[in-house]
């Protein structure tokens, strides 16, 4: 006899309650949700959208069906199949970002989990315009309202078409029904407004208590700072009209609805019975002098409503050869977002103050009033270190560029102590200090850590000269990676060298062949290679009158008839990738042994770039001996013969 499994646990949501996730045409988003469910044929879970250059719209499959379902009813009011689409892709759904939506789906109404097709951080759309394809898990609450909607399809349907935007008559009463419905599912949503110095968390029964306490009175969410989170989106929800037990003004505030309210007592009492039987944690705080309770959330450090921390942080130190791509990687494989990240250079100058915080004076008041203070400042490890403890969910990144340039130990500290981690990613060990403390805990003798959802990514150049150097104890606490310099990968790769026949991905080779087979007078050979991204697509193009003359006028904002400027503009242009990379070669590459690349008819600096800037085509490589010449161009064919 089978016996049912042990109940499933569940992590408790992020409440994301100090994000700012706003959805405008709350209403319009909604109703797109639900004609999605209806063209889901009631599956677990869909993929909606699909990427369109920066931009996401309706995937085929769906767009078909939408149409099955719809057109009998939309054509009649004299609307196209196009013009329906067109509708349908300027929704919400495609130009929000993912976290509003999860706000509104996930947290207010839950009918659904949203995410990312591919699993890309929940994050990835806060910056810039670019939208990712979404997925959709449905929640039993839309079987609920499935029940409505199936009650009178066609009325119902119209009910979402109008509110997707289409000029559309509805029944006033299903539409109320609909709304109501929404309301009933909304109410364990929980809101955060800023009231001074204090935050106040509450649901919306706080919100009828107190309409029906003050009946003529006016309740205010906006708060004394800008509104975050679900708040912002119970505006927007408020603001299209959608409890009809309430009325609402951005400017004026909250207020009973006229002529609601005995069915709003009898309801709020229906609500407070059933938040009474939720599992989630709250706190009930009698007030004693009306004998009367109400709800309000519990809001802690560890608290249930927040889902645990997430693991994985570590400390990843990349290094390679200048211009290989170290930090391009960290672009695109850990984060790019500003709002995630603190980024720092390291140099010898940088100190432990310059990174940890430091007292500094502050002036405060003005005029007579006016008085100097003296508080923390905190520096990039503090801030990061700050976001990451209060955003359990996401990932946090500090970088640092080029680590080996200042004293990394002393710049460090006693912060040193915390790269090591246990299996999650958290800090073996705490340390205090009571400045770092105050600003993220504000109690300054709590032991600071690094939190497993803190990473810290490092960036080394190996050829670095006459810089500071990592001791092993320093080293061991880090993922060591070496970024492999491959020339191939670099998008301007075959790219040609100005006016040349030789593309970038054939120079980078043979020089780098010749760099690592050359003598040992070239000191640490290996490490003085090109890297791949040593140069630019930009620093590669050449520049002439004929072709690029508008845009050299431009650039440099020439007039177009001074002539001598623009010539010397042009070979300034022109002269980038013999300054930059022929230089590197015979004054850092080759230093020791330059007769190894360049022809011996050369003695000075000058006149290699003389002959290479000023040279046509493929003369200009005349510059090198004859070795390298004929491997520069040397063709594809020969190589493949010799292989054979």
């Given at each position: 006899?089978?016996?049912?499994?042990?109940?499933?646990?569940?992590?408790?949501?992020?409440?994301?309650?100090?994000?700012?996730?706003?959805?405008p045409?709350?209403?319009s988003?909604?109703?797109?949700?639900?004609?999605?469910?209806?063209?889901?044929?009631?599956?677990?879970?869909?993929?909606y959208s699909?990427?369109?250059g920066?931009?996401?719209?309706?995937?085929?499959?769906?767009?078909?069906?939408?149409?099955?379902?719809?057109?009998?009813i939309?054509?009649?009011?004299?609307?196209?199949?196009?013009?329906?689409?067109?509708?349908?892709?300027?929704?919400?759904?495609?130009?929000?970002?993912?976290?509003?939506?999860?706000?509104?789906?996930?947290?207010?109404?839950?009918?659904?989990?949203i995410?990312?097709?591919?699993?890309?951080?929940?994050?990835?759309?806060?910056?810039?315009?670019?939208?990712?394809?979404?997925?959709?898990?449905?929640?039993?609450?839309?079987?609920?309202?499935?029940?409505?909607?199936?009650?009178?399809?066609?009325?119902?349907?119209k009910?979402?078409?109008?509110?997707?935007?289409?000029?559309?008559?509805?029944n006033?009463?299903?539409?109320?029904?609909?709304?109501?419905?929404?309301?009933?599912l909304?109410?364990?949503?929980?809101?955060?407004?800023?009231?001074?110095?204090k935050?106040?968390?509450?649901?919306?029964n706080?919100?009828?208590?107190?309409?029906?306490?003050?009946?003529?009175?006016?309740?205010?969410?906006?708060?004394?700072?800008?509104?975050?989170?679900?708040?912002?989106?119970?505006?927007?929800?408020?603001?299209?009209?959608?409890?009809?037990?309430?009325?609402?003004?951005?400017?004026?505030?909250?207020?009973?609805?006229?002529?609601?309210?005995?069915?709003?007592?009898?309801?709020?009492?229906?609500?407070?019975?059933?938040?009474?039987?939720?599992?989630?944690?709250?706190?009930?705080?009698?007030?004693?002098?009306?004998n009367?309770?109400?709800?309000?959330?519990?809001?802690?450090?560890?608290?249930?409503?927040?889902?645990?921390?997430?693991?994985?942080?570590?400390?990843?130190?990349?290094?390679?050869?200048?211009?290989?791509?170290?930090?391009?990687k960290?672009?695109?494989?850990?984060?790019?977002?500003?709002?995630?990240m603190?980024?720092?250079?390291?140099?010898?100058?940088?100190?432990?103050?310059?990174?940890?915080?430091?007292?500094?004076?502050?002036?405060?008041?003005?005029?007579?009033?006016?008085?100097?203070?003296?508080?923390?400042?905190?520096?990039?490890?503090?801030?990061?270190?700050?976001?990451?403890?209060?955003?359990?969910?996401?990932?946090?990144?500090?970088?640092?560029?080029?680590?080996?340039?200042?004293?990394?130990?002393?710049?460090?500290?006693?912060?040193?102590?915390?790269?090591?981690?246990?299996?999650?990613?958290?800090?073996?060990?705490?340390?205090?200090?009571?400045?770092?403390?105050?600003?993220?805990?504000?109690e300054?003798?709590?032991?600071?850590?690094?939190?497993?959802?803190?990473?810290?990514?490092?960036?080394?150049?190996?050829?670095?000269?006459?810089?500071?150097?990592?001791?092993?104890?320093?080293?061991?606490?880090?993922?060591?990676?070496?970024?492999?310099?491959d020339?191939?990968?670099?998008?301007?790769?075959?790219?040609?060298?100005?006016?040349?026949?030789?593309?970038?991905?054939r120079?980078?080779?043979?020089?780098?062949?010749?760099?690592?087979?050359?003598?040992a007078?070239?000191?640490?050979?290996?490490?003085?290679?090109?890297?791949?991204?040593?140069?630019?697509?930009e620093?590669?193009?050449?520049?002439?009158?004929?072709?690029?003359?508008?845009?050299?006028?431009?650039?440099?904002?020439?007039?177009?008839?001074?002539?001598?400027?623009?010539?010397?503009?042009?070979?300034?242009?022109?002269?980038?990738?013999?300054?930059?990379?022929?230089k590197?070669?015979?004054?850092?590459?080759?230093?020791?042994?330059?007769?190894?690349?360049?022809?011996?008819?050369y003695?000075?600096?000058?006149?290699?770039?003389?002959?290479?800037?000023?040279?046509v085509?493929?003369?200009?490589?005349?510059?090198?001996?004859?070795?390298?010449?004929?491997?520069?161009?040397?063709?594809?064919?020969?190589?493949?013969?010799?292989?054979?």
């Amino acid at each position: 006899m089978l016996r049912p499994d042990e109940i499933k646990e569940y992590h408790n949501p992020d409440l994301k309650l100090g994000i700012k996730s706003s959805l405008p045409r709350v209403k319009s988003t909604l109703g797109l949700f639900f004609m999605l469910w209806k063209a889901s044929d009631k599956n677990c879970e869909i993929t909606y959208s699909q990427i369109d250059g920066d931009s996401t719209i309706l995937i085929e499959d769906l767009k078909s069906k939408l149409i099955d379902i719809f057109a009998p009813i939309y054509e009649s009011y004299g609307v196209s199949d196009d013009e329906f689409i067109d509708k349908v892709n300027e929704n919400q759904m495609f130009k929000s970002q993912l976290e509003s939506l999860i706000v509104a789906f996930e947290l207010i109404w839950r009918v659904g989990k949203i995410k990312f097709f591919d699993d890309r951080p929940a994050s990835s759309e806060r910056t810039g315009r670019k939208r990712y394809p979404k997925t959709i898990a449905f929640t039993k609450n839309m079987d609920i309202i499935d029940t409505i909607l199936m009650s009178n399809q066609i009325e119902y349907s119209k009910v979402l078409l109008a509110w997707i935007g289409l000029d559309i008559d509805v029944n006033s009463e299903n539409e109320s029904s609909l709304l109501k419905l929404l309301v009933h599912l909304s109410e364990e949503a929980v809101y955060k407004l800023v009231d001074e110095d204090k935050d106040v968390i509450f649901n919306m029964n706080s919100v009828y208590i107190k309409l029906l306490e003050n009946e003529n009175s006016i309740i205010d969410i906006n708060g004394s700072k800008e509104p975050k989170g679900s708040l912002r989106i119970l505006k927007s929800l408020l603001s299209d009209g959608m409890n009809p037990y309430i009325n609402y003004s951005n400017t004026r505030g909250l207020e009973l609805a006229d002529g609601m309210k005995e069915e709003l007592e009898l309801y709020q009492c229906r609500v407070d019975a059933s938040l009474s039987l939720l599992n989630t944690k709250y706190i009930v705080d009698q007030i004693d002098d009306k004998n009367e309770s109400t709800y309000t959330i519990e809001v802690s450090e560890e608290n249930e409503l927040y889902s645990s921390r997430i693991s994985g942080g570590n400390n990843i130190l990349l290094y390679g050869v200048p211009g290989s791509g170290k930090s391009y990687k960290i672009e695109e494989e850990y984060c790019n977002d500003f709002n995630f990240m603190e980024r720092v250079v390291f140099h010898p100058d940088y100190m432990n103050t310059d990174f940890v915080g430091q007292i500094l004076p502050t002036v405060k008041g003005e005029g007579d009033e006016k008085e100097i203070t003296y508080d923390f400042t905190p520096g990039p490890f503090t801030r990061v270190l700050k976001k990451a403890i209060e955003n359990p969910r996401d990932p946090y990144y500090l970088v640092i560029e080029e680590i080996n340039r200042g004293n990394a130990p002393a710049i460090f500290g006693e912060i040193f102590q915390l790269l090591d981690r246990d299996a999650d990613g958290k800090s073996s060990y705490e340390i205090t200090n009571y400045n770092i403390a105050n600003e993220v805990f504000d109690e300054k003798e709590k032991p600071i850590y690094l939190p497993s959802n803190l990473h810290i990514l490092a960036t080394m150049n190996t050829a670095d000269q006459n810089v500071f150097t990592l001791d092993t104890a320093f080293q061991r606490r880090w993922d060591m990676k070496m970024i492999e310099n491959d020339v191939s990968k670099a998008e301007h790769a075959s790219k040609s060298i100005l006016d040349t026949n030789v593309t970038w991905e054939r120079f980078n080779t043979v020089i780098n062949d010749q760099i690592i087979t050359s003598s040992a007078a070239t000191l640490s050979s290996e490490d003085k290679r090109l890297g791949a991204y040593f140069v630019t697509e930009e620093v590669l193009k050449f520049y002439s009158k004929e072709e690029n003359l508008d845009d050299v006028i431009q650039k440099y904002s020439i007039n177009d008839r001074d002539a001598d400027k623009i010539d010397k503009a042009i070979k300034d242009l022109n002269s980038r990738f013999g300054d930059k990379v022929i230089k590197y070669l015979w004054d850092d590459a080759f230093k020791f042994s330059r007769d190894e690349l360049f022809d011996v008819e050369y003695k000075s600096l000058e006149k290699i770039l003389d002959t290479f800037n000023y040279s046509v085509s493929d003369e200009r490589f005349n510059v090198f001996n004859q070795d390298i010449k004929e491997n520069l161009f040397r063709t594809l064919d020969t190589e493949d013969s010799e292989d054979e």
